[in-house]
């Protein structure tokens, strides 16, 4: 096995560990289906902001370094660990995109656009990196493939038949899966400009609440709080 390969397979494998604690996020709307919004907001703020301080402060604080990286390091891609960048991680954004959506848009909606991240991310990145061959840019350096996108798409359209529904309408189910469609081109769009964790549920939202308001305007996105 050559060198590249060796690393690809590494690579690969850090990516299902990523992933599979990833899947812990769904967590963040089954705990926000049960308990109103306000306390959740108390609960993840000051969640979010001491992840943070201490992701930023493991940069240039070494106690906090030897800590994070000592158990935490095997979890990091490269851009995460760029001293010149000061690059928050993954676990982090995601904290920060759970604490925007939740002001920003129903409960039913952010429920829905946070299950679909988690999982469609999931999906697409272990699957992209595993049989994505076509790349969607290719020559320009973005590891975003055809397949990834499409292992997206089918993942995040389960999400979005997993999650409750206002009417159990068709159309709702219609309308979900045209979000997914928009939000996996707002992954791949927005690599390297906005993390994909913040990108991908702020375009599904924005979409699937448009979309409700245009196609099912009597019925409440707003039935869950």
Known sequence: ???TAVQDAVDFRGELIRKAIHLFSLLIPVIYYFIPKP??????IPMTVAFI???LARYDVPLISTFFYRFFGFLLRRHEVDEKKHALNGATFMLISAAICIVIFPKYIMITSFTVLILADAASAVFGKRFGRHKIFPGRGMPKSYEGSLAFIIAGIVGVALTPKVDY???EYLIGAAATVVASVAEVISYNVVDDNIAVPIAFGL????LYVIFLPHVSVFFLG
């Open 1 to 3: 096995m050559g060198e």
């Open 39 to 44: 306390l959740t907001l108390e609960i993840l």
């Open 53 to 55: 301080i201490v992701d």
């Open 169 to 171: 309408l068709v159309a």
């Open 207 to 210: 979409t699937m609440w448009a």
